[in-house]
T-cell receptor
Framework: DGGITQSPKYLFRKEGQNVTLSCEQN?????MYWYRQDPGQGLRLIYY???????QKGDIAEGYSVSREKKESFPLTVTSAQKNPTAFYLC??????????FGSGTRLTVV | KQEVTQIPAALSVPEGENLVLNCSFT??????LQWFRQDPGKGLTSLLL?????REQTSGRLNASLDKSSGRSTLYIAASQPGDSATYLC???????????FGQGTTLQVKP
């Protein structure tokens, strides 16, 4: 079945550590997105990529980095510069004016 | 700047009721509007997608309408069931940026 796979489901980060969240899709979608979800704040766009080897900052890109070397993959790195990384992270993809498809999410906690 | 508002923020109804969730947006220059369902701790599941040229979409007990000129959409749930309990999110896709802008959601509880 086509879909988006996010891994891991749960991730724990120590202070000063960089961690990478994985997002893979087999939908042949051109565009991919990363959102952050916090209680009471809704979903906020971190980064998005409309084609391979190109990506743009969203509304809250500080402290995050991405790459888009393959159409199927859009990993997100949460760097030590992100001071409040505890949140639920959602990856999505879309093509043309079709709807978005979301993954099941990764919950990141700072320990 | 596009703003999406969902009313009410929370709703509790007895099983079997028909109910309406509301979504409004400030900029009518949209490609489409999408309704999602989110269960606690889970990702988003797409329920209905309405393109800007369409007025409504239906799937089973769900019906979503779109009035682009007034900046409004409604999600109608017929004969609600306890399994419908979840948070429902409305999102519009911007023409100028292609980005999806979300509302804050309506948390629905259907009591047996």
């Amino acid at each position: 079945d086509g879909g988006i796979t996010q891994s891991p489901k749960y991730l724990f980060r120590k202070e000063g550590q960089n961690v990478t969240l994985s997002c893979e899709q087999n939908l042949n979608h051109d565009a991919m997105y990363w959102y952050r979800q916090d209680p009471g704040q809704g979903l906020r766009l971190i980064y998005y990529s409309q084609i391979v080897n190109d990506f743009q900052k969203g509304d809250i890109a500080e402290g995050y980095s991405v790459s888009r070397e393959k159409k199927e993959s859009f990993p997100l790195t949460v760097t030590s510069a992100q001071k409040n990384p505890t949140a639920f992270y959602l990856c999505a993809s879309s093509s043309g004016t079709a709807g978005y498809t979301f993954g099941s999410g990764t919950r990141l906690t700072v320990v | 700047k596009q703003e999406v508002t969902q009313i009410p923020a929370a709703l509790s109804v007895p099983e079997g009721e028909n109910l309406v969730l509301n979504c409004s947006f400030t900029d009518s220059a949209i490609y489409n509007l999408q309704w999602f369902r989110q269960d606690p701790g889970k990702g988003l599941t797409s329920l209905l997608l309405i393109q800007s040229s369409q007025r409504e979409q239906t799937s089973g007990r769900l019906n979503a309408s779109l009035d682009k000129s007034s900046g409004r959409s409604t999600l109608y749930i017929a004969a609600s069931q306890p399994g419908d309990s979840a948070t429902y999110l409305c999102a519009v896709r911007q023409v100028n940026t292609g980005k999806l802008i979300f509302g804050q959601g309506t948390t629905l509880q259907v009591k047996p």
